[in-house]
């Protein structure tokens, strides 16, 4: 027999088998799955990612914004450990500037990213969230209505930081106040007065900041002699004042420009005033005038030349005359208790009605 007629003559199976059985309980399962366990498990399953997504996106840009904070400040070191880094960039501003940027944009992050996973989370539960944003809305104006001077404080904190107006070390004339700005925040700036006091200032009460540590500045001063005196001999005593000045440390350095005879300031009967000006370092003019006034000082004295206010030369052997020899002895009478002043005091009337 052959094999083609042994396979016709067998029972083939049924479907309703032990096979079809398996099938159609998995395909049971499968829908139940579907209906019960898929619709509850799903909008969990999606917060927890979306959350998950959240946290590790902010952790990771603000790890990003911390590093490059970090690198600013090593590159600031770099260059102050350099010849001209005093002069180019402050540690300590640049640290201070950083630091503020690298806290707003952080936050920024933080509250866009945490915000926009929190509306995801609420939208999945599906809450109507206009009747939210309308009242979160409100109470974004009436916040802001009611702290108008807090804000106004922190943005302009944040533009003054962004555009570096100023930073830690300038001289600042912020017009309320005035001084050496030893710590910049978002909200308030420190400054040092001339007299060592500490300013608070708001940052949103500055209307106009005048930095005089930035570019260069200017050092000024006016030589006032007699108008005897020959202009040619003046300017030759102070240019070689100036020179000598030059040359030195740290003057050398601080002095960006010659010193500069203007000329004639001023022309009066008993004084000539000469203007005189140099071009320094930011900040260091009051100290770069204190000097060079004394070295001109010096090379007049050296040449013979006299300032207005100052004492003639004192001839050798010529006696100086005596300043009380003109002055009139003390009279008698100035004192009240004196006997010429008792003597002199009149006699009071007698009561003649007794």
């Given at each position: 027999?052959?094999?083609?007629?042994?396979?016709a003559?067998?029972?083939?199976?049924?479907?309703?088998?032990?096979l079809g059985e398996?099938a159609?309980?998995?395909g049971?399962a499968a829908g139940?799955?579907?209906?019960?366990?898929?619709p509850r498990?799903?909008?969990r399953?999606r917060?927890q990612?979306?959350?998950?997504?959240?946290?590790?996106l902010?952790y990771l840009?603000?790890?990003?914004?911390?590093?490059?904070i970090?690198?600013?400040?090593?590159?600031?070191q770099a260059?102050?450990?350099?010849?001209?880094?005093?002069?180019?960039?402050?540690?300590?501003?640049r640290?201070?500037?950083?630091?503020?940027?690298?806290?707003?944009?952080?936050?920024?992050a933080?509250?866009?990213?945490?915000?926009t996973?929190?509306l995801?989370?609420l939208g999945?539960f599906k809450?109507?969230?206009?009747?939210l944003l309308a009242?979160?809305?409100?109470a974004?104006?009436?916040l802001?209505?009611?702290?108008?001077?807090?804000?106004t404080?922190?943005?302009?904190?944040?533009f003054m930081?962004?555009?570096?107006?100023?930073?830690?070390?300038?001289?600042?004339?912020?017009?309320?106040?005035?001084?050496e700005?030893?710590?910049?925040?978002?909200?308030?700036t420190?400054?040092?007065g001339?007299?060592?006091?500490?300013?608070y200032v708001?940052n949103?009460?500055?209307?106009?900041?005048?930095n005089l540590?930035?570019?260069?500045?200017?050092?000024?001063?006016?030589v006032?002699v007699?108008p005897?005196?020959k202009?040619e001999?003046?300017?030759?005593?102070i240019?070689?004042?100036?020179a000598?000045?030059?040359?030195?440390?740290?003057?050398?350095?601080?002095l960006?420009?010659?010193v500069?005879v203007?000329g004639l300031d001023?022309v009066?009967l008993d004084?000539?005033?000469?203007?005189?000006?140099?071009?320094?370092m930011?900040g260091?003019?009051?100290?770069v005038e204190?000097?060079?006034?004394?070295?001109i000082?010096?090379?007049?004295d050296?040449a013979?030349?006299?300032?207005?206010?100052?004492?003639p030369?004192q001839?050798e052997?010529?006696?100086t005359?005596?300043?009380?020899?003109?002055m009139?002895a003390?009279?008698?009478y100035?004192s009240a208790t004196s006997?010429q002043?008792?003597?002199?005091t009149?006699i009071p009337?007698?009561?003649?009605?007794?």
């Amino acid at each position: 027999m052959s094999l083609s007629v042994l396979l016709a003559a067998a029972p083939s199976p049924e479907p309703g088998g032990a096979l079809g059985e398996a099938a159609d309980t998995g395909g049971h399962a499968a829908g139940w799955g579907e209906d019960n366990w898929a619709p509850r498990r799903s909008p969990r399953v999606r917060n927890q990612l979306i959350v998950a997504v959240a946290i590790t996106l902010r952790y990771l840009i603000r790890r990003a914004l911390t590093n490059l904070i970090e690198r600013m400040n090593r590159s600031a070191q770099a260059v102050e450990g350099t010849a001209l880094g005093g002069l180019l960039v402050n540690a300590e501003r640049r640290r201070q500037r950083s630091e503020a940027i690298g806290s707003v944009l952080r936050s920024v992050a933080s509250f866009v990213i945490m915000g926009t996973a929190a509306l995801m989370v609420l939208g999945a539960f599906k809450i109507n969230l206009a009747p939210l944003l309308a009242s979160a809305g409100v109470a974004g104006v009436a916040l802001g209505f009611g702290a108008r001077n807090l804000v106004t404080d922190f943005l302009s904190g944040v533009f003054m930081i962004l555009e570096d107006q100023y930073g830690v070390g300038d001289t600042i004339d912020a017009g309320v106040a005035s001084g050496e700005v030893i710590e910049v925040g978002l909200r308030v700036t420190k400054l040092r007065g001339d007299n060592g006091e500490i300013w608070y200032v708001r940052n949103g009460e500055v209307k106009r900041i005048g930095n005089l540590s930035q570019g260069w500045s200017t050092a000024g001063l006016d030589v006032t002699v007699r108008p005897t005196e020959k202009l040619e001999h003046v300017r030759e005593a102070i240019t070689s004042a100036a020179a000598t000045m030059a040359k030195e440390e740290p003057w050398s350095e601080r002095l960006w420009g010659p010193v500069e005879v203007l000329g004639l300031d001023a022309v009066l009967l008993d004084s000539m005033t000469v203007r005189v000006t140099a071009k320094t370092m930011p900040g260091k003019s009051l100290g770069v005038e204190r000097e060079l006034r004394w070295r001109i000082k010096q090379a007049l004295d050296d040449a013979g030349i006299r300032m207005v206010g100052t004492l003639p030369l004192q001839v050798e052997g010529e006696s100086t005359a005596d300043p009380t020899a003109a002055m009139a002895a003390p009279s008698a009478y100035a004192s009240a208790t004196s006997p010429q002043s008792l003597a002199a005091t009149p006699i009071p009337p007698t009561n003649l009605s007794k």
